[in-house]
């Protein structure tokens, strides 16, 4: 299932830094890495509403069945996505291995998805708190855009649908105290273990503004200096197998929102970071996948990179992802 192919670039160091931090470049042989604006559809994170979001199920979860699910983990780790401006999170990967750009992506011998399903987890509101666009509306345009192809070159594969949003779930869960890691293990396996878990699903864990979250696994708190703004990362169930999730606490704040201020691309500019990076190395930190030693995972390069890219007719202000292709932060392969 795992290639050990690397892409190599023909562009220059100085044409790569220019690419990572004003969002591209031209000339050099190099090809540009910024999607020039296109028509707008609609209004940016477009016209939808939430009726286009497929709930599947609505579920009670108790939270004192927490402690007995936290019995069952055997195992967990995250990696998580800083405030902006902050430095990201360090790990240790061994030596470095070198590829065309500085900032290229490396394999370092990690699982990554082929293919996965995503499912996103609304804790006590069914995907209406984050604008007038669900944020799984918006996962399905992504899933079916041109823009996910940007994985192709870590996957080895090229086909369409291989990510594809599956639904919605609303959970009911008391948020009156901070939520911990067991809160949020709690609130996975109550719907994983009927929809079921390994490298071909993925659930997506949203939080309503105000949720105050910790997380010893990720290394800090929501919202917090030296904390972070979202995360993602894996868990071993005991009954249910190994788990890959990631956690969007509301994204329109200072910190963490997009550029246009806008809820709809706050929130789906963090989720798509999360979910690039949870395809392409989903058991960070302890068995790393594709990473840069000097700038990290696929979205944490381009942290500082955004756009406007259309998602299937519709456009969001969100940020690049990287692409070892041009060696560059890009909406395109």
Request: one cysteine or more.
């Given at each position: 299932?795992?290639?050990?192919?690397?892409?190599?670039s023909?562009l220059?160091?100085?044409?790569?830094?220019?690419?990572?931090?004003?969002?591209?470049?031209?000339?050099?042989?190099?090809?540009?890495?910024?999607?020039?604006?296109?028509?707008?559809?609609?209004?940016?994170g477009?016209?939808?509403?939430?009726?286009?979001?497929?709930?599947?199920?609505?579920?009670?979860v108790?939270n004192?069945?927490a402690?007995?699910?936290?019995?069952a983990?055997?195992?967990?780790?995250?990696?998580?996505?800083?405030?902006?401006?902050?430095?990201?999170?360090?790990i240790?990967?061994?030596?470095?291995?070198?590829?065309?750009?500085?900032?290229?992506l490396?394999?370092?011998?990690?699982?990554?998805?082929?293919?996965?399903?995503?499912?996103?987890?609304?804790?006590?509101?069914?995907?209406?708190?984050?604008?007038?666009?669900?944020?799984?509306?918006?996962?399905?345009?992504?899933?079916?855009?041109?823009?996910?192809?940007?994985?192709?070159?870590?996957?080895?594969?090229?086909?369409?649908?291989?990510?594809?949003?599956?639904?919605?779930?609303?959970?009911?869960?008391?948020?009156?105290?901070?939520?911990?890691?067991?809160?949020?293990?709690?609130?996975i396996?109550a719907?994983?273990?009927?929809?079921?878990?390994?490298y071909?699903?993925?659930?997506?864990?949203?939080?309503?503004?105000?949720?105050?979250?910790?997380?010893?696994?990720?290394?800090?708190?929501?919202?917090?200096?030296?904390?972070?703004?979202?995360y993602?990362?894996?868990?071993?169930?005991?009954d249910?197998?190994?788990?890959?999730?990631?956690?969007?606490p509301?994204q329109?704040?200072?910190?963490?929102?997009?550029?246009?201020?806008?809820v709809i691309d706050?929130?789906?500019?963090?989720?798509?970071?999360e979910?690039?990076?949870?395809?392409?190395?989903?058991?960070?930190?302890?068995?790393?996948?594709?990473?840069?030693?000097?700038?990290g995972?696929?979205g944490?390069?381009?942290?500082n990179?955004?756009?406007?890219?259309?998602l299937?007719?519709?456009?969001?202000?969100?940020q690049?992802?990287?692409s070892?292709?041009?060696?560059?932060?890009?909406?395109?392969?």
């Open positions: 299932m795992i290639s050990r192919k690397r892409v190599y023909a220059s160091a100085a044409c790569v830094s220019l690419a990572i931090f004003a969002g591209g470049c031209s000339g050099g042989g190099g090809t540009t890495a910024v999607t020039p604006n296109q028509p707008q559809a609609a209004a940016p477009g016209s939808a509403t939430q009726g286009d979001e497929r709930m599947v199920q609505t579920l009670s108790d004192a069945a402690k007995s699910v936290m019995s983990v055997t195992g967990a780790a995250a990696y998580r996505l800083p405030l902006q401006g902050e430095p990201r999170q360090q240790s990967v061994g030596r470095a291995i070198r590829t065309g750009g500085i900032y290229d490396a394999y370092y011998g990690g699982p990554y998805l082929t293919s996965s399903t995503s499912y996103n987890i609304y804790v006590n509101c069914a995907g209406t708190c984050w604008g007038s666009t669900s944020p799984g509306t918006s996962l399905g345009r992504l899933a079916s855009s041109t823009f996910v192809h940007v994985i192709d070159q870590y996957t080895g594969s090229t086909a369409n649908g291989r990510y594809p949003y599956g639904g919605g779930y609303q959970v009911n869960y008391s948020t009156s105290g901070t939520l911990q890691d067991q809160d949020i293990y709690n609130i396996h719907v994983a273990v009927s929809v079921g878990t390994g071909g699903k993925m659930y997506h864990v949203f939080l309503q503004s105000g949720v105050h979250q910790c997380s010893a696994s990720a290394g800090g708190c929501y919202a917090q200096n030296g904390g972070y703004c979202a993602h990362g894996n868990v071993n169930f005991g249910i197998g190994h788990t890959i999730y990631s956690v969007e509301y329109n704040i200072s910190g963490c929102s997009a550029p246009s201020g806008n706050s929130t789906l500019s963090t989720l798509g970071h979910y690039f990076e949870a395809i392409t190395d989903p058991d960070v930190p302890n068995n790393v996948a594709w990473y840069n030693n000097t700038g995972e696929i944490d390069i381009c942290r990179s955004y756009g406007t890219v259309n299937s007719g519709f456009n969001y202000n969100s690049r992802e990287y070892n292709r041009v060696s560059a932060c890009t909406f395109t392969q």
